[in-house]
């Protein structure tokens, strides 16, 4: 079945560092892309998604590009804030699933001053 | 504003009681969703509905129930016969012209004491 993997957090970086957060995936056909992010104690947010192999999400200054041929995802951001400290959840949706997300563990994301 | 509202934000339960959790939203969307998220682990989806008056079993159903009677609303119910209920539970809801993007309540934390 569909399948999604993160790295393991937690990641911790310091005020303006480089983040990457891998994620690949295991599904038939073209399945759409998404990372979330969760605050403490919040619901999901919708971070960014791309529906198409070679399409670029970006929002925040995070950027994630769906590679189909090597089926991942990975999360960037190239200067990262204190405020970013959050957990960052991958997901995939397959084109016949009538909205159904399959998610990855999770990455636990903590940024230090 | 629109949005999905969850309720209790805490909620405590003795072993062998049943509970309802509430999610209402006002996006006018169709399709309504119930994950639970346990700490460590992805997001895992209990049950959803695509339309008025019918829902469908997700990956982890067993000991919960659901009901969807009007649009903007879809209770679960945490049976006694959940082994392990104490979780953070979070609604979404999607809409068939934006069916990609799941929008997410701020989760109800449920513990068995």
């Known amino acids: 079945g569909d399948s999604v993997t993160q790295m393991e957090g937690p990641v911790t970086l310091s005020e303006e560092a480089f983040l990457t957060i891998n994620c690949t995936y295991t599904?038939?056909?073209?399945?759409?892309l998404f990372w979330y992010v969760q605050y403490p104690g919040e619901g999901l947010q919708l971070l960014l998604k791309a529906t198409k192999a070679d399409d670029k999400g970006s929002n925040k200054g995070f950027e994630a590009t769906y590679r189909k041929e090597t089926t991942s995802f990975h999360l960037e951001k190239g200067s990262v804030q204190v405020s970013d400290s959050a957990v960052y959840f991958c997901?995939?949706?397959?084109?016949?699933?009538?909205?159904?997300?399959?998610f990855g563990a999770g990455t636990q994301v903590v940024v230090t001053p | 504003d629109g949005g999905i509202t969850q309720s209790p934000k805490y909620l405590f339960r003795k072993e062998g009681q049943n509970v309802t959790l509430s999610c209402e939203q006002n996006l006018n969307h169709d399709a309504m969703y119930w994950y639970r998220q346990d700490p460590g682990q992805g997001l895992r989806l209990i049950y959803y509905s695509q339309i008025v008056n019918d829902f469908q079993k997700g990956d982890i159903a067993e000991g919960y129930s659901v009901s969807r009677e009007k649009k903007e609303s879809f209770p679960l119910t945490v049976t006694s016969a959940q082994k392990n209920p104490t979780a953070f539970y979070l609604c979404?809801?999607?809409?068939?012209?934006?069916?990609?993007?799941?929008?997410f309540g701020p989760g109800t934390r449920l513990t068995v004491l």
């Open positions: 599904a038939t056909g073209y399945p759409s």
């Open positions: 979404a809801s999607s809409t068939p012209g934006q069916k990609l993007t799941q929008y």
């Open positions: 997901a995939l949706e397959k084109s016949d699933s009538w909205g159904k997300l399959q």
